[in-house]
T-cell receptor, first 111, second 118 residues
């Protein structure tokens, strides 16, 4: 079945640094979603992408829908302590399919 | 908008008892709701997909008689863990797909329910 890989699995960065993470698929998707999960909470939708090449921002977060439609990227600029959490990507080909979720990237921000 | 609630947020029960978890979409109608399980430091594991008014579709390896799902309305789905055992202890998260988002159908997650079986 469809699988998503996220890279890196985990990362430790200094406060103020920029962060980049990506998500790759074995097949083409038409919608990409990025979520953040705080410890002990449910994931919260950060950004949704609907078109190949699309670049969308939400505050310090920017996500891009890869041209090949098999990948997506999430960047966080000027990280702060509250950026700590797990970032999940999810994608699907069409509405009739369930979203496939990646394994997550665990972000730690050092003061 | 797009708020999903879960109740209870935490529950402790004794082995052999049943526990019901509710998932509600507060400000939208959800034709489809999803139930996930998450172990510490691991990803989301989809357990089942439920559509309003029809039987849930369970993922491979998930016992439908143990994890009863009822999607009685466009805003409510329940998961009942029957005859719970300590190995059922986990973080259970529901999500709902907004009926109004057409082809895109983003999923919105509830805050999760921490189940501990003693």
């Amino acid at each position: 079945g469809q699988q998503l890989n996220q890279s890196p699995q985990s990362m430790f960065i200094q406060e103020g640094e920029d962060v980049s993470m990506n998500c790759t698929s074995s097949s083409i998707f038409n919608t990409w979603l990025w979520y953040k999960q705080d410890p002990g909470e449910g994931p919260v939708l950060l950004i949704a992408l609907y078109k190949a090449g699309e670049l969308t921002s939400n505050g310090r977060l920017t996500a891009q829908f890869g041209i090949t439609r098999k990948d997506s990227f999430l960047n966080i600029s000027a990280s702060i302590p509250s950026d700590v959490g797990i970032y999940f990507c999810a994608g699907h080909y069409n509405y009739g399919q369930n979203f496939v979720f990646g394994p997550g990237t665990r972000l730690s921000v050092l003061p | 908008g797009a708020v999903v609630s879960q109740h209870p947020s935490r529950v402790i029960c004794k082995s052999g008892t049943s526990v019901k978890i509710e998932c509600r979409s507060l400000d939208f109608q959800a034709t489809t709701m999803f139930w996930y399980r998450q172990f510490p430091k691991q990803s989301l594991m989809l357990m089942a997909t439920s559509n309003e008014g029809s039987k849930a579709t369970y993922e491979q390896g998930v016992e439908k008689d143990k994890f009863l799902i009822n999607h009685a309305s466009l805003t409510l789905s329940t998961l009942t863990v029957t005859s719970a055992h300590p190995e059922d202890s986990s973080f259970y998260i529901c999500s709902a797909r907004d009926r109004g988002t057409g082809e895109t159908g983003e999923q919105y997650f509830g805050p999760g329910t921490r189940l501990t079986v003693t």
